[in-house]
């Protein structure tokens, strides 16, 4: 649940392949002149025996390079004309650290993912596996583990390869979630539903991969399908909190997750300019998140232990 609000609300804000600024004749000149005097025989070379090994390794090239200075370029000219900073491709324009594209939103990724595996372990130490949950909620910890790790590389190192993984991975995720809700509400009481949608969402995430990969990435097609299930994933969450909040003590936790994920997500809609060149509404928007992994595993520990006394004691599942 947690990483579904997360990313389907990410995917929503996701950019265009170009902007106000590599639409310059300015940077266009730039980055041309740049290519044709650097990116070719010797000064080439030389480049490459200079260029740092993680450079080269994360695939940085001489005309990425050149890409780069020319952003700058342009941006000194813009600011020395009184305009507002462009963005480039898509992209506000990041100072670049080491390998790192989007220093700050990487970092963001990876605490996001560590903040995931820490509390998978406490959940693991302190759930029982015969807890009826305790597979689903691991497999579900595994695919958001998944998704952060493209999340992180994607911030590292914007490619056609980290762009589609990143959304694709973040696509599992919201399936997924939507499989977690089923097993949670009806799976429990009802095996073969949740066996049924399970197979209906690996032919949905077939087909949505497919498309995008074989037919058209369309963003916005995206962005429907990503904004659609992760609304009917938070409803049937929100449902679910209210008609258990006599009965689960700790039902309050799912819901407070819900509507600060809803309110954190605000952060995104400023999308301001980084400020010091690093630190951007979506680098903010993701170390918000970061704590709310907490009171999200402590929610499912509970509600895993729940399950497995009513279990022992022979009660019927809410």
Known sequence: MLVVFIYSLCHLFMFPASSQGDKEPVYRDCVKQCVRTNCTGARLRGFQSAQPQYMALTGWTCRDDCRYQCMWTTVGLYQAEGYSVPQFHG???FARFLCFEEPASALASLLNGLACLLMLLRYRSTVPRQSPM???INAFSLVSLNAWLWSTVFHTRD???TE???YFCATAVILYSIYLCCVRTLGLRRPGVSSMVGVLLILAFTSHVSYLTFVSFDYGYNMAANATIGMVNLLWWLC???QNRRTLPYWWKCGLVVLLLHGLALLELLD???LLWVLDAHAV?????????FLFYSFLIDD????LNTEKMGVKVE
Do not use: A, G, R
């Open 91 to 93: 992209k506000w324009p």
């Open 134 to 136: 305790y597979h689903t």
């Open 159 to 161: 490619t056609y390869l």
């Open 164 to 166: 589609k993984m990143d």
């Open 240 to 242: 679910w909190c209210w």
């Open 272 to 274: 301001f300019p980084p």
């Open 285 to 293: 928007w993701h170390l918000s998140t970061i704590p709310v992994h």
């Open 304 to 307: 895993s232990l729940y399950l």
